[in-house]
């Protein structure tokens, strides 16, 4: 590959010509080639279509989702690559895997976005002649499905439902690792052309989905720095957005208050997240920057700054309720139950 930064769809591209024996019967299946016919028929038939499905199917009163089209899928992929960083952290069939849960990962939105992480199967369907077989179509969508939603105990943690590892066709895949970088990848990649920016203005728009992409709209940098295990996250918002608030929901907040709240939520996700991607990956901070700026003044003049980091940072809290929130399979092992046991049966089992 030419030197420059990493790209996932490239090096995919590189890797096959390079060596067809990197991918499962690669002599007879172009993995480049059978990537690119999946990219080309959700990007055709499926992914402009899925902010108009979700509108459609959960009416206008839930919202509008800021874009979630042809354009969102490139800027996952290019987060993903500026995560993974080099061709060393990740195999080229799993350069595959993980392309096609990219793909796949939102798609589900077209039916609504109530369980949208779950839908994807319906989507896969269609693209059977592009000849992933099941084993495939299982691991990519089980992998897509981890980005996001809960579990059916309530759960958020998805990914450690995953294996962490498997094999196919003697094939290596780290279902975890992948599954991580779909979903870290996806929270960073909101960014200015996600945003209905004309759309703001109309008077039409739905209140309630306002904030969203006024968040989108002002954010304007998303920075992966492997050096000094940051990501940078840059805002620029006027004065006059500074002092209104906006709807979010049923409610009214300022953009300010909401960008506190998305990048305590992407700290969060990079907590979680890390705990599968190093040691290849790793984050350990994220650095945010806001400039407000005057609307009153023929050239820009700077207002404020507002400068902080997000890390881990002082002593961790005890769990709640124990032993129990980290280990719940010790339920029926707490000092008074064992006691019972030996005097019972003379042993626990």
């Known amino acids: 590959m030419s030197s420059g930064e990493f790209d996932l769809e490239k090096y995919l591209e590189f890797s096959y010509t390079d060596d067809p024996s990197n991918f499962p019967d690669g002599k007879k299946r172009n ?10 028929y959700l990007e055709n038939e499926v992914h402009p279509l899925v902010q108009v499905g979700s509108l459609l199917a959960d009416g206008v009163d839930k919202g509008l989702l800021t874009d979630h089209g042809v354009g969102h899928i490139q800027t996952v992929i290019k987060r993903a690559s ?23 990962h939102d798609v589900g ?46 759960s958020k943690d998805k990914i450690s439902l995953l294996q962490a590892s498997s094999l196919y066709c003697n094939q290596s895949i780290r279902n975890r690792y992948l ?46 720095n492997h050096e000094n295990k940051s990501i940078k996250l840059a805002f620029f918002l006027d004065d006059k957005l500074a002092q209104s608030k906006s709807g979010k929901g049923d409610k009214k ?47 820009s003049e700077e207002l404020e700054s507002i400068e902080f980091t997000l890390e881990e940072t002082g002593y961790p809290d005890y769990p709640k309720n124990g032993i ?26």
Not at 186 to 209: C, H, I, T, V
Request: net charge neutral; glycine share 6%.
């Open 31 to 40: 993995y480049g080639n059978k990537y690119g016919e999946i990219k080309e």
């Open 82 to 104: 500026s995560l993974v960083g080099k061709a060393e952290n990740i195999s080229p069939y799993e350069t595959f895997i993980l392309l096609c849960a990219i793909q796949f």
């Open 109 to 154: 939105n077209i039916f609504g976005r109530e369980g949208h992480e779950e839908q994807h199967a319906k989507i896969m369907k269609d693209i059977e002649i592009y000849f992933l077989d099941m084993v495939e179509r299982k691991i990519i969508l089980d992998i897509a499905n981890a980005h996001g939603g809960k579990t059916g105990s309530g």
């Open 179 to 224: 599954a991580a970088i779909v979903k870290f990848s996806d929270e960073l990649a909101e960014e200015k052309s996600r945003s209905a920016r004309y759309g703001l203005k109309l008077p039409s728009f739905p209140e309630s989905s306002r904030v969203y992409h006024q968040y989108a709209e002002a954010l304007h940098t998303v920075k992966i």
């Open 253 to 299: 907040v300022y953009l300010i208050d909401e960008i506190y709240e998305r990048t305590i939520k992407t700290h969060m996700e990079r907590l979680y997240c890390a705990r599968f991607m190093k040691p290849l990956i790793d984050i350990e901070s994220i650095q945010v920057e806001i400039r407000i700026y005057s609307s009153n003044k023929e050239y």
């Open 324 to 349: 129990l929130d980290l280990c719940p399979e010790l339920i029926d092992y707490n000092g008074k139950s064992v006691k019972e046991k030996i005097s019972k049966n003379g042993k626990l089992k």
